[in-house]
């Protein structure tokens, strides 16, 4: 896998109470088949709440989004599935969608294609499991190419939908244009029972287990479906590509916003490299504005940027699209950028005294948790937009120098002091806690491999002119 496949996925907020500090990460190794693809964490649950509510204000409020969705069932379904994401809900409002319609029947189950939304770089299936026999089911969804190549990277967020009810799948096209056809393959199970037990399994795993316990059983396959899917070209070549070649200084690091790729599903920016540069760019925190002052924001749940073979840095960023708000000026205003200063690619911390060189800004070492199969280490970082948590580490090396990833991890607002047994809880100060197992073989001294070492804020954003 190639760093254009190795998308930069950040976590969504969950926000659980202190018994529940580690079951979060439990239930998410549990579909961990769907999770190593894709490093996906759900939508915040507040903003599921407000995505519903901004449904209702459209259907009551504006009459066009009404009619289109009023007529059809499924299609206020539809509507109400893509609530979260403006680019997608502008999509269903302007028509942008092809029926499907296709369904398929084995061993009791029903899974049925109804929509997708698709366009040069991106393709969006919108499909749905039932039956009369199980409850609770779910899916293993991948696609294949005609030609079996990749290129791609895809997602899922819909890990406990109920029966009946629409799944989405996101595929995201790097190194390629949208194929003209790909089949969509779906291993549909029932994930309510563990171990193959005819009761739930209701044991909570202790820490040990969580972390450093095998989660390698695959489900049991209930029935596997294939379908052909073939795009219409009237969707498929839609795109806009506007070459920017905008040349910028932050904190003495050169950037150059190359260009803006401007799709139906989303907008992409792309940033070029500059090897005179004494740090990787890595993050930035940043939103586009038209000509009539309306603000388009970087995705915030699904694929947000991606990185490229040549270099650490992270030089394609993911946001809403402005594709049916037919701008003629568009401008990039970024208020926040993260680096990875060369020099400072690994961070060394010794295990036994928990001395550790400078570590990234906004973080501190929480704790270290010592258990029979390894250690527990946990940091305290700081959010850089409310409710949002993200990966401090890219992983560590071992005690050979080799590059090692996490067999896991969890984040939470809240953590339990090891000395004093107190709860703390950073949401309300704009922190959380980040939780990294290392396995006891890696010795006395560790080198954490971070995500970025240093935050330059921008009180004064920079403006960058698109068009």
């Known amino acids: 896998m190639n760093r254009n496949e190795e998308y930069v996925m950040l976590r969504a907020s969950i926000v659980e109470p202190p018994q529940l500090e580690y079951t979060v990460t439990r239930a998410l190794k549990r579909n961990g088949k769907a999770l190593r693809r894709v490093r996906l964490f759900g939508v915040p649950v507040g903003s599921l709440a407000a995505c519903f509510l901004g449904f209702m204000l459209l259907v009551n409020l504006f009459p066009p989004f009404a009619r289109a969705c009023g ?57 749905s499991l039932d039956s009369d026999r199980y409850e609770e089911l779910e899916s293993d969804a991948s696609i294949k190419l005609p030609d079996n190549s990749d290129g791609y990277g895809s997602s899922s967020g819909s890990y406990g939908t109920s029966n009946g009810e629409l799944r ?87 950037l150059i916003l190359e260009r803006a790729e401007i799709y139906p599903t989303h907008l992409r920016l792309d940033f070029g490299y500059v090897p005179e540069n004494t740090a990787w760019l890595k993050g930035l925190e940043f939103y586009v504005e038209n000509e009539r002052g309306e603000r388009f924001d970087p995705v915030r749940n699904g694929l947000t940027a991606s990185g490229d073979e040549s270099s650490p840095s992270t030089v394609t960023y993911w946001m809403d699209s402005t594709y049916f708000r037919k701008s003629k000026e568009l401008t990039l205003y970024i208020e926040q950028v993260r680096w990875l200063d060369k020099g400072r690619e690994k961070i060394r911390l010794n295990l036994v005294t928990g001395e550790h060189d400078f570590l990234p800004d906004g973080a501190e070492l929480a704790g270290i948790q010592r258990l029979d199969s390894g250690n527990l280490l946990t940091f305290r970082a700081k959010q850089y937009r409310e409710n949002n948590m993200y990966c401090l580490w890219n992983g560590y090396l071992d005690e050979n120098g080799e590059e090692q990833s996490f067999s896991s991890s969890g984040s939470s607002y809240t953590y339990q002091d090891l000395d004093t047994g107190e709860y703390l809880d950073g949401s309300t100060s704009g922190f959380f806690y980040e939780t990294v197992p290392l396995p006891a073989a890696v010795g006395l001294e560790v080198w954490l491999k971070p995500v970025f070492t240093r935050v330059t804020d921008l009180p004064v954003p920079v403006k960058v002119p698109i068009r």
């Open 168 to 254: 989405q799948m996101t595929v995201n096209f790097v190194e390629r244009d949208m194929p003209e056809r790909l089949t969509l393959l779906l291993d549909v199970y029932q994930n309510i029972y563990e171990n193959g037990g005819t009761e739930p399994n209701t044991r909570e795993e202790s820490m040990e287990e969580t972390y450093f316990g095998s989660h390698d059983r695959e489900p049991d396959i209930l029935a596997a479906f294939n379908f052909d899917l073939s795009f219409d070209p009237q969707f498929t070549a839609q795109g806009e590509i506007v070459e920017v070649g905008q040349t910028f200084q932050i904190d003495t690091q050169t």
């Open 71 to 127: 007529g059809v069932p499924v299609l206020r379904e539809l509507a109400r599935a893509v609530s979260w994401s403006p680019s997608l809900s502008a999509a269903v409002e302007h028509d942008y969608v092809q029926p499907v319609g296709q369904e398929q029947s084995k061993d009791g189950i029903t899974a049925r294609v109804e929509y997708l939304i698709v366009d040069q770089k991106q393709l969006e299936i919108f499909y």
